[in-house]
């Protein structure tokens, strides 16, 4: 029997194409987008954004605490500050030898702050750092090693480290200028981080009303205290005897206060007058003294 050409031959099977599912595709791109933004999140950026430009953080809370030290003198508390040291040696040196303890504070490259810093320090005085800060007013220029809020991070950092090194023997830190500064919380949470990793204290100038230095620093467990009266906003001698008054009477009502005045021919005549007066009714103090939070 002869078999069939047809029964012979061999049916050719059907390739059968393996098609990935439907969502293959767009999980693959979705991957691949995720590693590129990955990528773009772990790499540096090429600046660093100044304070400014970051988002605004919560309110400080004013810690609930007295606003001055437990004083068991038998007379009110008077601590004065001299700031602005360091750019005219005779009459910084005049201050330096008031009977009284003063404290002084010191601009970081002054001339003259090496040696009279340390002719305070040998002198049993109270010695600051006097921090250039910006104003709000960009045409008055705080001076050299001014920290600016238009810093990034590294530089802000770089230059405060060298301004706190500069002054030879300090215990504490006080602003120069700074109305602007003083009122950026995020900024000064940085200089009073190396602040208190120093364990220095800290006087806010209070060159603003708008200034969240103080309670900032005491937020975050640094000693500190703000300025109460200005002697000598106005130089004239008879404006520096009514605020000597004024804050003699502010002593006697609060049980301390700082006051701080600048070294000027006039404040330094006016206080050689007035401190025996003072000694009546109020003690002279340095400024580590009437601290908050010490």
Not at 11 to 26: A, D, H, M, Q
Not at 164 to 175: E, F, H, K, R, S
Request: proline share 9%; hydrophobic share 40%.
């Amino acid at each position: 029997m002869v078999k069939s050409r047809s029964s012979s031959k061999k049916i050719p099977k059907k390739k059968v194409e393996v098609r990935p599912p439907g969502l293959f595709w767009p999980i693959i791109a979705l991957g691949i987008i995720g590693s590129i933004v990955t990528l773009l999140y772990l790499l540096p950026l090429p600046f660093q954004l100044p304070f400014e430009e970051f988002d605004s953080v919560p309110p400080v809370v004013r810690p609930s605490e007295p606003s001055r030290p437990e004083s068991t003198a038998t007379m009110p508390l008077v601590a004065i500050l001299i700031d602005d040291m360091g750019n005219n040696f005779s009459i910084n040196n005049d201050f330096l030898k008031l009977d009284a303890p003063l404290s002084f504070s010191f601009l970081p490259t002054a001339p003259y702050t090496p040696k009279l810093a340390k002719k305070a320090k040998d002198l049993g005085k109270d010695v600051l750092i006097h921090l250039p800060l910006e104003p709000v007013n960009s045409a008055i220029d705080p001076g050299p090693g001014a920290l600016r809020l238009s810093m990034d991070f590294d530089s802000m950092l770089q230059v405060l480290r060298k301004d706190l090194d500069a002054v030879p023997g300090a215990i504490g830190v006080n602003n120069h200028m700074g109305s602007k500064f003083t009122t950026n919380q995020r900024g000064m949470e940085l200089i009073l981080s190396e602040i208190k990793r120093r364990g220095l204290f800290f006087v806010d100038s209070k060159t603003t009303h708008d200034s969240v230095a103080y309670v900032t620093a005491r937020s975050m467990g640094i000693p500190a205290a703000e300025r109460a009266v200005f002697l000598d906003h106005d130089n004239k001698k008879e404006s520096i005897r009514r605020e000597i008054k004024k804050m003699v009477k502010l002593s006697v009502d609060n049980g301390c206060v700082l006051a701080i005045g600048h070294p000027t021919s006039n404040t330094w005549k006016v206080l050689s007058e007035e401190l025996p007066g003072v000694r009546k009714s109020a003690s002279i103090v340095p400024v580590h003294k009437i601290l908050v939070g010490q």
